[in-house]
């Protein structure tokens, strides 16, 4: 397990996103990257947050940065996903768990005692160097997006 820390690199992100086409980390030079690891499409929390992120975008966008949300879901999952509740962030397939692997957010989870492998709720905020500015793990939903909107501010 990766174990970033604030100041770090940020490790690649080169993933398919909905829709199909490319995204890369690389090319986001200059911009802030909020990266949000979460378990599952569809999911309560999940949807949640991505509608969370989804009200904001434009705050983000205006205090300069851009959201992506990834997990190891399919495209053609993302694109339901993003139709059924009209997301309006990027969603990042990483089905080969490479970039979870990468940021340390695929973990061990325990779920009334039985033990699997899962995607940890995260976030990653990237500055426009490519440095690690801040990192959320073990995120609850409620009151997350707004956190994570002021430090995109304080950058």
Not at 25 to 38: D, I, K, R
Not at 85 to 93: D, F, H
Not at 108 to 120: A, L, R, S, T
């Amino acid at each position: 397990m990766t174990n970033l820390t604030i100041g770090d690199q940020a490790p690649a992100i080169n993933l398919p996103r909905d829709g199909g086409e490319m995204v890369d980390l690389a090319a986001m030079t200059g911009q802030a990257v909020v990266v949000y690891f979460y378990p599952k499409d569809d999911t309560p929390g999940c949807t949640k947050e991505a509608i969370g992120f989804t009200e904001q975008a434009m705050a983000f966008a205006r205090a300069g940065a851009v959201v992506w949300g990834v997990s190891k879901d399919t495209v053609a999952k993302h694109d339901k996903f993003r139709a059924k509740y009209e997301l309006g962030i990027p969603l990042l397939s990483d089905e080969d768990g490479t970039v979870c692997e990468d940021y340390g957010v695929w973990v061990e989870k325990n779920n009334f005692g039985k033990k699997y492998m899962g995607i940890e709720r995260a976030t990653y905020l990237i500055d426009g160097s490519g440095k690690i500015a801040q990192i959320w793990r073990k995120v609850k939903v409620p009151g997350h997006v707004d956190a994570v909107l002021e430090a995109v501010q304080n950058l």
